[in-house]
């Protein structure tokens, strides 16, 4: 659907019309359920039949308007932010994140929260990760079962959760931080059904809901116990870890200090979000590359290799990994006031959603879109606004640099001790796993020692 430049892309005064984005007729909770689990074929069939802006009716949001169109979407995120509330629209987030969340508020109450969190993922700190990653991915690649099929992605997870406790905690020793390891594990592996659930008081003390919300309630007292006795140490000051630096806000910066709720949501940000989108991210490319032995060559060379233009050709490899199996889909944005986008007007209230997936895979913009060539991300990459695996606008992942940084880290010492080759040919389909999309099988594949870098 081509975009009238002669008129805003989108308007959000002095609107012409009243007509509503089309969309299927199907209950809301048939759409809810085809959303949730089969995503990533349905809407490429919606976008077909109904074009570049489409409206479903998805609990818990009720009225959310897809955009597959990369002016509509570049609008959206260029847009006021008083009008686009992505943390309304990550609402369905707030039942684990908490209402505190960076991920979860808006306006003012965001730009505060994400002003305290950016040093830990500036430039100076990145820096200062490198030797950590570097020693945790050599120890986790050493650990790999060797001839044998195993699911890259529970690695993978094990991996980025360690590096994450480290930069959050600055420590991931003790008994009250494998406990948490544990139900980390537990709480990030929800599936679309325990979603739903979440926003139905009747089911909280049912099935897997009820062993949900223990497994919470039992995180929230080990981050609750943390913070009090982090609060009691002597030396904040020259501590470096995100839990420290939140707590020395007000001699820090002037801020007024933050409540244990307030520490305590966006800690199980950090740690959740931190670590189960690089994993996966690393899981679809370690699967791409055994499937495709040319590649896989090119990136076993840049990871032998030290050099600015091996760290890049690594960093295409995640790139067309996310471009590829982008690990969210969608981002999403609350209207507070009626918009106009062409001739359509989606009301206040509605929940307007850039589509990542159909971006990524549009052929306008990708050539050959189904095909994994990491070479498109060299030499200035796609055009601007068609890869956006981070979101966009003032809500851009604040942790974009550290995933980059980390999963190239990792990639390659994972490529310069094995060689990886698929347990099957057949490529794995994506699932739903909470918000995200992962491998349905775990990525799995079997890896052999390269013996001749091994000695």
Request: aromatic residues 6%; proline residues 7%.
């Amino acid at each position: 659907m081509a975009t009238d430049i002669t008129q805003p892309v989108v308007r959000l005064d002095n609107l012409t019309t009243t007509r509503e984005p089309p969309g299927p007729r199907l209950p809301l909770l048939v759409q809810t359920a085809i959303f949730g689990i089969f995503r990533q074929h349905w809407l490429p069939y919606l976008r077909r039949r109904y074009g570049d802006v489409v409206r479903l009716h998805v609990y818990p949001e009720r009225s959310v308007v897809v955009l597959s169109d990369v002016e509509h979407i570049k609008a959206v995120f260029a847009g006021p932010a008083s009008v686009f509330h992505a943390g309304e629209g990550n609402m369905i987030l707030k039942p684990v994140m908490g209402e505190h969340s960076v991920l979860l508020t808006d306006e003012g109450v965001h730009l505060r929260a994400r002003k305290l969190l950016m040093p830990a993922f500036a430039g100076a700190s990145l820096r200062g990760y490198r030797e950590m990653i570097t020693e945790l991915a050599e120890a986790e690649a050493r650990r790999w079962p060797e001839g044998r099929a195993f699911p890259a992605h529970a690695r993978m997870q094990a991996l980025t959760l360690e590096v994450i406790l480290r930069v959050v905690f600055g420590v991931a020793d003790g008994p009250r931080l494998d406990e948490l390891r544990r139900l980390l594990r537990r709480v990030v592996n929800v599936g679309p059904i325990e979603l739903i659930g979440w926003y139905n008081p009747r089911l909280h003390g049912k099935g897997p809901w009820r062993r949900y919300a223990l497994a919470q309630h039992a995180m929230d007292r080990l981050l609750y116990s943390e913070i009090a006795e982090r609060r009691k140490a002597f030396d904040l000051d020259r501590r470096r870890d995100v839990l420290s630096r939140l707590l020395t806000v007000p001699t820090a910066a002037g801020e007024t200090p933050l409540t244990d709720a307030e520490l305590r949501d966006q800690l199980v940000t950090l740690l959740l979000a931190g670590h189960e989108t690089t994993a996966t991210t690393l899981a679809w490319a370690l699967h791409e590359l055994a499937r495709h032995p040319s590649e896989l060559a090119k990136a076993t060379r840049a990871a032998d290799g030290d050099g600015a233009d091996d760290d890049k050709y690594l960093e295409a490899v995640v790139k067309e990994a996310m471009r590829l199996h982008p690990v969210i889909a969608e981002v999403a944005r609350k209207l507070t006031s009626d918009i106009q986008i062409g001739d359509l007007r989606i009301p206040a209230g509605h929940t307007v959603m850039p589509s990542i997936s159909l971006v990524h895979a549009d052929d306008s913009h990708h050539s050959d879109p189904h095909r994994f060539r990491p070479d498109r991300f060299l030499h200035g990459g796609p055009p601007s606004g068609t890869w956006f695996p981070f979101g966009g606008g003032v809500r851009r992942c604040l942790g974009a640099g550290f995933s980059l940084l980390e999963s190239v880290i990792m990639l390659r010492a994972v490529l310069r001790r094995h060689h990886v080759a698929p347990e099957r040919l057949r490529p794995e389909p994506a699932k739903a796993r909470n918000i995200t999309m992962v491998p349905a099988r775990g990525a799995r594949i079997v890896a052999t020692p390269r013996h001749r870098e091994q000695g």
